[in-house]
């Protein structure tokens, strides 16, 4: 059995793959963790950005802790080639790491859109924990922000910037918010909620360029009037860290193709998280998705075979949500599904929607949004995720959910989803307590 494990990247992937080796190990193994920031959590930065957490708290491992792991480090360096011939990658500084087998989990970065001046001061990115202290130390009681880009990482933002007394505009050169999220009723509904909330919104306005006014930013809208910002906020788009794998043996395709197991094409190189490109548990074909809870489960997945078990991936499944001034907004699996059945159901005085997708009795996508105040939304949104992670043939339920899309409850109940998701864990076996080994990441 593989004797030295190399970790690349230290987020959520990285940290979990760790754990999970550690948990699952029979003999005690060399694990060397290489990583060009220390461990943390991206997820929570818009928690620190709105300060209801302090910095120290978004670190997922402290240097001790990683010793206590016995975990060889490198942080602060970049893996910059993997000789998969002779099992070696080499790091930024020059340092060789020799290896048996591997893990790539390095992510992705945030990418702004092409303009001059998109690089100028004033203009940042959200992604990074030193993109987000940029951010914090730049945002005062009545700044006025432009988010440029309306995508779910925007989203994820909006609440923060706003409880720190910003005003804020949202542009979006797609003809909606949230293009991949939701669809248009939806980011109707949205838009409006946003816009009662004192939140200004252009849709369908391309930014040209940024200049500097007098210590402002002047954004220059191809139509529609500039903007003049405090702060600009280039939420737009991501892309996977990939280039310093160039030459390797590696295949790549939109992100490293792994297959069930999450192995590359080199047999003992694994890939996961935002860099994976592996099997979506509704279309079972690869794909990217760049979210928290399919990095969390590759991390998992590939710890444990890495540590000498046999596991297999069953998918992962899509999983959108925020909430934004107290509307909670979510879709689920294959939500733009064009060739899928659709039935669905507005309230647009509350505002509330549900569009349920189907393929035969089953429910494959769901989108669901509605005040956070309203018990059942929260409710609706766990047991639709369910209703669609699970698969479960719905049956006569189908014909009720269609007459009531907002009466989620009887169907879950009656289908008996909750059981048939509760015997189920990532690594196939019961879940238990940390014990001695590294707590959750
Ligand atoms: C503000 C924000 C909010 C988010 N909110 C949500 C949410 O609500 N729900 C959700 O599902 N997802 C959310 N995400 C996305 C989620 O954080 C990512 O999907 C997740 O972090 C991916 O984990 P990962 O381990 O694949 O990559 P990352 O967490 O990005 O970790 C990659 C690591 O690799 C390191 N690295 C990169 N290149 C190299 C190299 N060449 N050599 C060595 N190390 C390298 C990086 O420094 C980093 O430590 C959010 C992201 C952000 C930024």
């Known amino acids: 059995m593989p004797r030295r494990h190399l970790i690349i990247g230290g987020g959520t992937a990285g940290m979990n793959a760790i754990r999970t080796i550690r948990e699952e190990e029979t003999e005690r193994s060399t694990i060397t963790l290489v990583s060009a920031e220390k461990p943390y959590s991206r997820m929570v930065l818009p928690y620190y950005l709105d300060r209801s957490i302090a910095e120290s708290h978004v670190f997922t491992a402290t240097a001790r802790v990683l010793a206590d792991w016995g975990v060889t480090t490198h942080l602060g360096k970049h893996a910059t080639a993997l000789d998969t011939k002779v099992n070696a990658c080499t790091l930024d500084d020059g340092t060789t790491v020799e290896y048996d087998d591997c893990l790539i989990a390095t992510g992705s970065s945030a990418v702004r859109a092409p303009v001059p001046g998109a690089d100028g001061p004033g203009v940042h990115s959200f992604w990074t924990l030193d993109q987000a202290r940029g951010v914090l130390a730049q945002i005062r009681p009545g700044s006025h922000v432009v988010m440029v880009g309306a995508g779910f990482i925007a989203f994820t933002i909006l609440n ?57 930013r002047r954004l220059k809208m191809a139509a529609g009037g500039d903007l003049v910002a405090d702060v600009v906020i280039m939420a737009t788009g991501i892309r996977t860290n990939l280039a310093w794998l160039n030459g390797s043996e590696v295949k790549i395709n939109q992100g490293v193709v792994v297959d069930d197991r999450l192995r590359s094409s080199v047999p003992n190189v694994y890939a996961a998280g935002d ?26 997945i590939v710890g444990a075979n890495m540590a000498g078990k046999d596991v297999r991936y069953r998918g992962s499944l899509i999983i959108n949500i925020v909430e934004v001034c107290h509307l909670d907004v ?32 089953r429910l494959t996508g769901a989108i669901i949004l509605g005040p956070s105040t309203d018990i059942w939304t929260t409710n609706d949104v766990g047991m639709l995720k369910g209703l669609v992670q699970s698969g479960v043939s719905l049956g006569a339920w189908k014909a009720y959910l269609k007459k009531n899309p907002f009466d989620i409850k009887p169907a879950f109940i009656a289908t008996k989803t909750t059981s048939s998701l509760l015997p189920e864990t990532i690594l196939g076996r019961p879940s238990k307590a940390p014990g001695e080994s590294p707590v959750a990441v």
Request: aromatic content about 4%; hydrophobic content about 40%.
């Open 160 to 216: 923060s910037i706003l409880s720190l007394g910003a005003k804020l505009t949202i542009v979006e050169v797609a003809p909606r918010i949230l293009p991949r999220m939701i669809d248009d009723t939806g980011a109707g509904l949205v838009q409006t909620w946003l816009e009662k909330n004192g939140v200004a919104v252009r849709t369908g306005a391309k930014l040209t360029r940024i200049d500097e006014v007098k210590g402002r």
């Open 275 to 300: 860099v994976a490109e592996g099997r979506d548990l509704i279309s079972q074909a690869n794909a990217v998705h760049a979210i928290e809870p399919t990095a969390q489960e590759h991390g998992r």
């Open 330 to 361: 979510a879709s689920f699996g294959a939500w733009d599904d064009a060739k899928a059945e659709t039935m669905s159901g507005v309230k647009a005085d509350r505002p509330a929607y549900r569009k349920l997708l189907w393929r035969g009795d």
